[in-house]
């Protein structure tokens, strides 16, 4: 019975001593495992951070059992590493230390490890416009900044984007080609309805040119609904100026159609609201500045100038000053002209025009018509009126 107890005794001794010597084992290969995890991935972030990629990879590549064993801590990892290693690269854009393409270096090679999805796609589309993704994070990625475009009423890069999705990812496509329909119809409806205020306010050369000239890329070339309201709004203008040249007040009426000159212009019981009278006389190209009052007319200065050209033609008619302006410029005709002075809507007398630096003049006709339906001066002549003529002076247009 002794020797049983005995023996009982020893077998519990000889369990506790494997148990501890296998404790042991475990402890030092734990640690062993942490200790080579940590040279790893000190090594890999070192080699990843001087751009030396491939030895990067390999480090993680030649240590497969170690990168087994700590997978999760890995992808944990490098997570943040990433994530440290972009918010880095997004600081350097900010204050240009780094260019794009330096940026998008690092940025692809982060996104082959499939680690970051969606958000680093994201940011790769907005800095490379060649980037096209070609996994579902990266589909979802598209429609995600297409719509905060759509929001910014940005449609032009909302569709760029949206045209990147290929037509056989059917699901992504059909989700692209919605958003695409909306973004068109926005863009119509924003560029209507933009038309329509500047028409309401009697600019309606600027609402047709703002029509005629939309983004093709956005539209076809040919939209039906913007040749129908730019038709309504040619309309609307024809009848406007209708309205105002053929006046119900017959002296007015035989006015217009009067040739006016110096030698006959104080016998037509013309006057004016300020001490100066403007007549623009179409045919010769001619604009004449008249000081005094009714009938008691002298002529100050003749100018030449140029007109509105065919289809565009300056409104003839009866009209007051009604406001002026130093520069304007007109993204449409890629123009600007030096002191305006406006009587009626979007019709002014201003400069030959200029580049958007005010710099160059960009077409010195003058003597025929060669304008958009401004009249047309010298720079000098434009500016004298700016300066000398008041709101409320007349000018007669014929």
């Known amino acids: 019975m002794f020797k049983k107890l005995n023996f009982k005794k020893f077998n519990i001794f000889k369990f506790?001593?494997?148990?501890?010597?296998?404790?042991?084992?475990?402890?030092?290969?734990?640690?062993?495992?942490?200790?080579?995890?940590?040279?790893?991935?000190?090594?890999?972030?070192?080699?990843?951070?001087?751009?030396n990629f491939k030895t990067a990879k390999e480090i993680l590549s030649d240590n497969k059992i170690i990168n087994v064993l700590k997978k999760n801590s890995q992808s944990s990892d490098l997570n943040k590493y990433f994530t440290s290693v972009i918010d880095t690269l997004c600081k350097d854009l900010k204050i240009n230390s780094i260019t794009k393409y330096q940026a998008l270096v690092y940025?692809?090679?982060?996104?082959?490890?499939?680690?970051?999805?969606?958000?680093?796609?994201?940011?790769?589309?907005?800095?490379?416009?060649?980037?096209?993704?070609?996994?579902?994070?990266?589909?979802?990625?598209?429609?995600?900044?297409?719509?905060?475009?759509?929001?910014?009423?940005?449609?032009?890069?909302?569709?760029?984007?949206?045209?990147?999705?290929?037509?056989?990812?059917?699901?992504?496509?059909a989700k692209a080609e919605n958003m695409l329909e909306k973004c068109r119809n926005k863009y119509r409806n924003n560029l209507i309805a933009e038309a329509e205020k500047l028409s309401d306010n009697e600019y309606f050369s600027k609402a047709i040119d703002l029509l005629s000239?939309?983004?093709?890329?956005?539209?076809?070339?040919?939209?039906?609904?913007?040749?129908?309201?730019?038709?309504?709004?040619?309309?609307?203008?024809?009848?406007?100026?209708?309205?105002?040249?053929?006046?119900?007040?017959?002296?007015?009426?035989?006015?217009?159609?009067?040739?006016?000159?110096?030698?006959?212009?104080?016998?037509?019981?013309?006057?004016?609201?300020?001490?100066?009278?403007?007549?623009?006389?179409?045919?010769?190209?001619?604009?004449?500045?008249?000081?005094?009052?009714?009938?008691?007319?002298?002529?100050?200065?003749?100018?030449?100038?140029?007109?509105?050209?065919?289809?565009?033609?300056?409104?003839?008619?009866?009209?007051?000053?009604?406001?002026?302006?130093?520069?304007?410029?007109?993204?449409?005709y890629g123009q600007g002209g030096k002191y305006w002075v406006q009587f009626l809507g979007d019709y002014l007398f201003h400069s030959l025009p200029y580049d958007e630096n005010q710099n160059q003049i960009l077409d010195y006709t003058l003597g025929t018509p060669s304008s958009h339906g401004c009249i047309r001066l010298n720079t000098e002549d434009a500016k004298w009126i700016y300066d000398t003529i008041d709101d409320d002076t007349k000018v007669i247009i014929n």
């Not at 290969?29 to 200790?35: D, L, P």
């Open 213 to 332: 000239n939309y983004d093709t890329s956005i539209l076809p070339a040919d939209d039906e609904k913007i040749n129908i309201k730019i038709s309504e709004i040619d309309d609307k203008r024809t009848d406007y100026l209708a309205a105002i040249t053929y006046s119900d007040d017959e002296a007015a009426t035989n006015l217009i159609s009067t040739t006016i000159n110096s030698t006959n212009i104080n016998t037509l019981n013309i006057s004016s609201n300020t001490p100066y009278l403007i007549h623009v006389d179409i045919n010769n190209q001619t604009v004449s500045i008249y000081n005094g009052y009714t009938n008691n007319w002298s002529l100050v200065n003749k100018y030449i100038c140029s007109t509105g050209i065919a289809g565009e033609d300056t409104p003839m008619g009866i009209f007051t000053v009604t406001n002026r302006g130093e520069w304007f410029y007109s993204k449409d």
């Open 16 to 51: 506790f001593t494997y148990f501890i010597i296998l404790a042991m084992l475990l402890i030092v290969f734990n640690y062993y495992i942490n200790v080579s995890y940590s040279n790893i991935m000190n090594n890999f972030y070192t080699e990843f951070s001087s751009g």
């Open 107 to 173: 940025l692809n090679e982060i996104n082959s490890y499939n680690i970051l999805n969606s958000s680093l796609d994201k940011l790769i589309l907005v800095l490379d416009e060649n980037y096209c993704p070609s996994t579902s994070h990266g589909y979802n990625s598209i429609l995600e900044l297409a719509n905060e475009a759509f929001d910014n009423n940005n449609f032009s890069y909302a569709i760029k984007l949206l045209k990147k999705i290929p037509t056989s990812e059917e699901y992504y496509h």
